[in-house]
């Protein structure tokens, strides 16, 4: 939509300030709940291996030190910002966190990034091994479907969304370009590569929406709001290496991706603020997320809420 | 249901032959078409690494060796025996054999069974790495959320269920038993263990029902006769490695389990005959291709339909 042809009023963008002043009360509110559901997602069966539900509860960071927890907190923030109740988005929330979680476990594995850590702790297959670790991310994988699948109504759209945003065209496709180092020959599979990242994020914030039935439109628009977040945290997240190697002396030099992600989140937050139908609250309180998730100086307590 | 005191007449077991008869023209019909959207089930996304495009035809056997695709047409006999039309069926057919591809290609990795060849062929990850075969194989789990989600009415349900059967309690938590040999320990272990097997097979037969709207009870028999056809399967697959190392002068010894696999399948099928509200056609066909898949003497050709 052209901002000169709309005749209705624009709002005033809110501003930092006034987003990360919504954002506490929610967080206090409902990220206890996210945490209290991941620590349920995943009850193991008798009979397994002992050590693979240890290493459950802490790739989750039920154990250990959490994750940021911005996915799941978006996808209530999206439903609530639709008119929605965020606690009927829970499931998807538990979901995304689960997905994601499988993401990093499979990322860490001698045959992908082969990273000992994560989080400052063993990574899952320095713990079980390769091979389990591929099991417990299939089974994070399988409980995402299981969530998301038993939503009333929505729950097989919603599973085939998931799946469209895991799969080859997505997450997987995107890792793969990754491993195989292909995304230098083009565009197509440098497109295709940053949906490494962005798939996800795209889900989370539109399936929060679509939860609590959220019309399309407004679920599309959404859709391309956690696509552009996704894009400007993997580009802060860049700008972080970038800063590490030029402190070190090495890496490729140049300039650093900070700008470029910070012009990615500002047109992100503008598109989203013009979507119809989201609540001034919601439209805040995805801001603040937004904001905090790619980590700008404004807020220099960084991936922390509390 | 106790047969004595059924008022019921009994039906006739019909018989290996008759139930050969049977299966003859519904393969004929069917097999093309499953073969045909196994074809189609996972387009190539534009910038994907071409290599990973060649392996999962191959590993869908859509190039190469097929599978002997059991479990898909189970699926549609299901379909048909509860009264609904197998083609409704279809999309469930594929993402079992989806789900049962991934199965393999995740086995035959170096951190599980670390085989070099499926089917006459290079495995997966011989073709393109153990991070290229994972990320495959999580493709193929993706499809099929998308698959089972988009069912109309009962997609939702059909994912939730899909996602139990390949997770913790199901094919994952098998295989994690199978992995750290913790069967031999107890009950409840070895219970898991022979869920890498069938769970799977008692999703495929019961997923056919559900999603042409067969009630619950229905659904429950055909889950069982499922279950217990996979672990006749597995036994006497345990039958044929039992005779290879016998011939060989290796292996455990002690008797073969074709004897438990030929029990287990006829409690099978005398409880599946007695199931409410099954067309006999479609007995005879799940018949059929239950005794070919456990491979018995009076069907040499073994797992071979045409």
């Known amino acids: ?19 990360a002043e919504a954002l506490a009360p929610f ?21 397994l291996p002992p050590t693979l539900d240890a290493a459950t509860r802490e790739a989750l960071g039920v154990e250990g030190r959490p994750g940021s927890r911005w996915r799941p907190l978006l996808t209530l923030a999206a439903a609530q910002a639709t008119g929605g109740d965020p606690l009927a988005a829970l499931p998807v929330a538990v979901a995304v966190e689960l997905t994601h979680t499988a993401s990093l476990v499979l990322d860490d594995l001698p045959s992908m990034d082969d990273a000992d850590q994560r989080r400052g702790r063993s990574s899952t297959h320095r713990q079980v091994g390769p091979g389990g670790a591929i099991l417990l991310a299939v089974s994070l994988l399988a409980r995402s479907a299981e969530l998301l699948g038993a939503l009333p109504a929505r729950g097989g759209r919603l599973s085939a969304e998931w799946g469209e945003a895991f799969g080859l065209s997505g997450m997987a496709g995107g890792q793969a370009v990754d491993l195989t180092g292909t995304f230098a020959g083009g565009g197509a599979a440098r497109r295709l590569h ?8 795209a889900f989370a914030v539109r399936a929060g929406a679509v939860a609590v039935g959220a019309p399309e439109p407004v679920a599309l628009g959404l859709s ?3 696509r552009d977040l996704g894009w400007a945290y993997q580009l802060a997240d860049d700008a972080e290496d970038w800063k590490e190697d030029a402190r070190l002396g090495r890496g490729p030099g140049g300039r650093s991706p900070r700008r470029q992600s910070l012009r990615v989140l500002e047109g992100a937050l503008r598109r989203m603020r013009e979507l119809p139908g989201l609540s001034a609250q919601g439209v805040l309180l995805m801001e603040a997320l937004a904001r905090q998730t790619a980590g700008f100086p404004q807020n220099p307590g960084g991936r922390k809420w509390a």
Not at 1 to 19: E, H, I, Q, V, W
Not at 35 to 45: C, G, T
């Open 1 to 19: 939509m052209n901002p000169a042809l709309s005749l209705a009023p624009r709002p005033t963008p809110p501003g930092p300030d006034r987003a």
């Open 27 to 47: 967080v206090r509110r409902h990220l206890p709940g996210v945490e209290a559901a991941l620590a349920a997602a995943l009850p193991s069966p008798v009979g």
């Open 194 to 201: 940053r949906r490494k990242t962005t798939a996800l994020s």
């Open 224 to 226: 391309r709001f956690g």
